[in-house]
């Protein structure tokens, strides 16, 4: 049980790029990564618009002399302290997070960034690349995987409980671009353009959570080969707002994956079922405190999150006991522990310990651009099958 | 509301082939038919075994001089008649569908016939145009079409409360075959065989009913292009016990459609969300009194069967007042009091009411039949997109 | 797994009083028992308004000279005939009960009575000594105790897989007499006048519904005080809309039960939870194919009707398999079924069996009555304790 | 929309007695406290051992010179300071609330206690009286009513949305004291002594939880009598793990509350139902993101946390839009915002404002103790009716 206890011995050093004044996303982040003092803000670029950004940091307590109108500004100043930032978390518009990680690791510094983590698989690589190489680790924001109940049900997985898995079923598939939105809340209009997001609009957005998310629960999952028909509902739009994948993995795994926009009177739908010879698990990021557990022939079970019947290592980061719930907020909480226990046995050189330790990584953002990258192709193609490596 | 009423304005002369002794689908026609006396039942030819048959027949009280044991003798008995049989249920195996089915239509009766209707489309065709030509009746037991919350979101999507309708998510996946069930269960091996099942299990078993439901739910739905990835997941078998499907239908309708027998923990399985881009539909054949009907931007409803804001059509067959809970006995009990009011109709030759009047019909079996050999063809050159005319 | 087959070895003689032209409830009784030949309708009496009561009977099939104009002579008539009824339902306004009752006793008959069975105990007991005396069976349809699932919970109960039981808590609770609706449909207004519905008004007819569960559930409860308090929310109500009871039973069990006519969107809202030392049970009358049941530091596992590991007594009932949902019509059918097997025991004197064989009896039906009578009581002295003996 | 926005114009200088090391619940007020820097911790005597106290506060980044062995030192020290603390947080046994809070009044402070805020009614006066005559905030910690659905429930409520309001059911019924835990947990033991709980264990523990949740949902309600039958399922317990309250309040609303300790199976169990005349709500603390909306006569809508169809004041506290699920981390930060935003107002003598603004405070953490003692009177009377005045 966490009770304010930092993930690590000590508290990393960090700075932000974007996620200013405004910004959601931003708040969520800090939310994350401040809880617990698993990091210390002491530096940051919020803003495109650097007095804005300078602003802002003040606004947050930063100290003066460290709150930067522009993320090479900070890089180039930082380096010179003693006491300089360690990390560094993007939260940048998609079409920048290339740049800005590749010289965050280039000044030694390590990151976390937000999904996508870029437009083509080349440069994933190559960010993979330049961390694996300087030691440094690299976090990318799958917010979603630091729930409880998925630690329960990776555990599930792992322990065999499930027998061999055989199918995962997932969606993310929310309704708010069914109408035209985008000539209602012109701020929304970028999501749809590929210039600012990318080959992709809903699959990069939200597929590739339910992809990481499926990645998390069962470990060592690969794509081989997968098909994809993307649809674009909404009147003269670029991108695809629906996206249907069917994913043939490793092992003889079969995958279902939806994503969509325009699935009209839902919230959020991020839903999972992965299906064993023995049993099946599933679970709604809309109700992340229950976990199903249907074993066949049995009787399904709810598991509840912070239930003494868990595995210890989803008990452990348990915050407020069994029957309270806990929401998306602890999971990104849960996520930023990660990445700091991560950051301080890197600092310590602990290979050993890493080689273990999971955490969502620049290999699974890398994975996360690859699987858009042939998404895509598999559509131009008239939503053909195409080989993934 | 019913109260008892024959849906008809008489009882329809009625025999059985199949569904004897110890035959759970047996029963649950003879309940449907039965109920509210659509039905009489006055002649039979239960069993393979002609003596068991006849000796059946006479447990459910049909006259001995009625009680048959072949349906080729009944056929020919019936036919001399004055007050014989109109209307003839086939509850045999599959592969005696197609024979027993021409047969009967050849004898001038109306006919319904379980489900798969046959093994090829050809077969199915030559069915309806038997049927059609001869102005009989061909109702196929796609049983769950009868609920009356199916009712509902036909009226609702045919009103345009859903708007253009976009996407259909639908699944009929149950986990009974998970494990090695043909080993401890030798009654089982049968649907795993093409000999005896056709050239499908899962699919032409329940992917159907699914397909069924989607059709019903959406009047004019047609496919046009689908893929199929079948697979094996039970060590040696023969025909697939898990499928998925899509589909691309006419008017830029998209549909995701998943069959199984090896989903772990669940028992019956069959859901479908029809997306539209005003809102949605959701309906749980395991909870079939209740229908979500979510508006995008507004709070999800749930519509309760029976309930007085409901269509009068949908009211129309209700038994039991909104909050007592109406089951699969009751929805297969409104399809055969369909059956009984088309053939009275067409006993008057009453061709007009017959155009708009619906009811699980050949046409609709035959489509059956064609999505099964489409997604055996899709399945065999690599679960590739095969046109469907 | 009943596939048709009667309960008893023949089928039951039987005639109805009320239930006529346009009575649901009569539908419903005559659905139950009719089904699977348990009974045959073979006289009846079906309408205070003789002639209509002759031309609905005649409409059921009844053959001609056993239709009658009322109640008293279908006794008279039935008696004379070799081949007379054997038993009666009674689907009368409540304040009728008690005569027809009694007359259907002391002509020899077995009786089923809608509940409530009279408005006085004294009554009650009166007809539960004639029946006890003359070796009558007389069931009171408490309908939803027929529930496979409510089999379940009872097997649950008695085998002590939920510990010592100490809490019941239970509800019957609608809304449909939220509004001022005596004013709107004159047809409801009946149940709220003493006159004509008795002593009480949402305690007699539902909340009796709700005790009868308990003591379904939980085999040998008894009441030993209770209190109640009463509300009559709708202006210019005699009786109550509804009511608040709190019972100390044998064994140290308390139960909470909550009546109500007023509470707002919700429909039926029939739960009961029985609590125990060591698990709990739930069941939801809207979703009767689940039970919740509860183990204290397990997780909660969801029952299903018609799974295999479910007792098998509960089984027995079980027309259509796991995962296709039964209703309300199942619930009322097993009940006459049992009805039907113990007036069989009963014509042949065999004490033996109905020693042990449970169904809703005159005895409960009597239990109830005193449960009204005993909150009616209470109420009056300002919702004080009474005893209950 | 809360993006880490203080809620008041400025942090409130904050101090801490109790909540020491490993104290979950001495984290949950932190985190509430500390969330967007609603307060600054600058003080603590954390523990009753001094050292142990001294050594938290430090890891908590305390200055050392403002960490206290005990609460005496800290207010008489911090008295002394111009930047000394304004406010005090109590999270320590309930037996010591009483004087703590009175010390904290008399030195100025404001105060959050948790709850019981003591154990009779008149030392609640006391502190009430001591708080409204210095001007100081007094916050009582009923953590559930900040979530965003209560605000909402409150909102549809005081816009008469539901009609005049006439039942509220409501439970906080879980199932830990189920078994003998005491014996196995020797540290739950205090919660069944009356010398280390108060007079009463689960009503005090979590019935006032109920009672408030019905308080913060219907403005303006007052209890005029109450009965209550208490349990001792437990061997041996001296205090009630179960009770049933009947409440007549004002305006002929008429409350049901359960409480419990030994409903197996059950974590938390805290619901509320408030039934008007005209539509009912309901809410799980287990589930806070959804609001069942049930207006009678049409189908049951399910709000959702976030949406755009909610009322402003309560998309006010929304941290994260709709979808995304917030637990009771969120619920706890909103009501520590509000004791921030009422503190700042009370130092600027904002009358005006506090007169209206809402928080969970003294005179409800009053009428929390005074329905405790009330339940114990009429318990003690055999269950009997007792006026509240």
Redesign the interface.
């Known amino acids: 049980?966490?009770?304010?206890e930092k993930g690590a011995s000590r508290s990393i050093k960090w700075g932000m790029v974007g996620g200013g004044?405004?910004?959601?996303i931003?708040?969520?982040h800090?939310?994350a990564a401040l809880?617990d003092?698993n990091f210390d803000l002491i530096a940051g670029a919020f803003d495109i618009d650097p007095q804005r950004g300078i602003d802002f940091a003040k606004e947050?307590?930063v100290s003066e002399d460290r709150c930067y109108g522009d993320y090479k500004k900070m890089l180039e100043e930082e380096a010179k302290r003693k006491d300089g930032i360690e990390a560094v978390t993007i939260a940048t518009p998609n079409g920048t997070h290339y740049e800005i990680s590749k010289a965050c690791l280039e000044a030694g510094l390590h990151v976390v960034c937000e999904k996508p983590l870029c437009f083509t698989y080349e440069e994933a690589e190559e960010l993979e690349k330049l961390a694996t190489e300087n030691n440094l680790i690299f976090g990318v924001t799958y917010g979603y995987s630091g729930h409880q109940m998925v630690t329960e049900a990776r555990e599930l997985i792992a322990n065999g409980d499930?027998?061999e898995i055989?199918?995962i079923?997932t969606q993310f598939a929310?309704?708010?671009f069914?109408?035209p939105v985008e000539e209602l809340y012109p701020a929304s209009k970028w999501r749809l353009s590929s210039k600012n997001a990318g080959p992709s609009f809903i699959l990069g957005d939200v597929g590739t959570h339910s992809w990481h998310m499926a990645e998390t629960m069962v470990p060592g999952l690969k794509i081989e080969e997968l098909?994809c028909?993307m649809?674009r509902?909404g009147k003269g739009r670029e991108l695809e707002d629906?996206a249907?994948v069917?994913i043939?993995c490793n092992d003889?795994i079969?995958c279902?994956l939806?994503a969509?926009a325009?699935?009209?009177?839902?919230?959020?739908?991020m839903k999972i079922r992965v299906?064993?010879?023995?049993?099946?698990i599933e679970w709604f990021?809309?109700?992340?405190?229950q976990l199903r557990?249907?074993?066949?022939?049995?009787?399904?079970?709810?598991?509840?999150r912070?239930?003494?019947?868990l595995h210890d290592s989803s008990k452990e980061t348990d915050?407020?006991?069994?029957?309270?719930?806990?929401?998306?907020?602890?999971s990104w909480s849960n996520m930023y522990r990660r990445f700091a226990i991560a950051m301080d046995a890197a600092s310590r050189n602990d290979q050993e310990f890493l080689k273990t330790f999971w955490y969502p990584n620049v290999h699974e953002g890398a994975e996360g651009v690859k699987f858009v990258e042939a998404c895509v192709a598999s559509d131009k193609e008239?939503?053909?099958?195409v080989s993934v490596k």
Chains 1, 2, 3, 4 share one sequence.
């Open positions: 049980m966490i009770n304010g004044k405004g910004s959601n931003g708040y969520i800090r939310s809880r003092n947050l307590g499930l027998g055989r199918l079923n929310y309704g708010f069914a109408g098909m028909a649809q509902f629906n249907h069917l043939k003889g079969f279902n939806w969509s325009i699935n009209s009177g839902s919230h959020h739908g299906v064993g010879s023995k049993a099946s990021a809309e109700r992340p405190n557990y249907e074993i066949e022939g049995e009787a399904v079970r709810i598991l509840e912070g239930a003494g019947y915050r407020i006991g069994a029957g309270h719930p806990e929401g998306l907020f602890e008239g939503a053909a099958w």
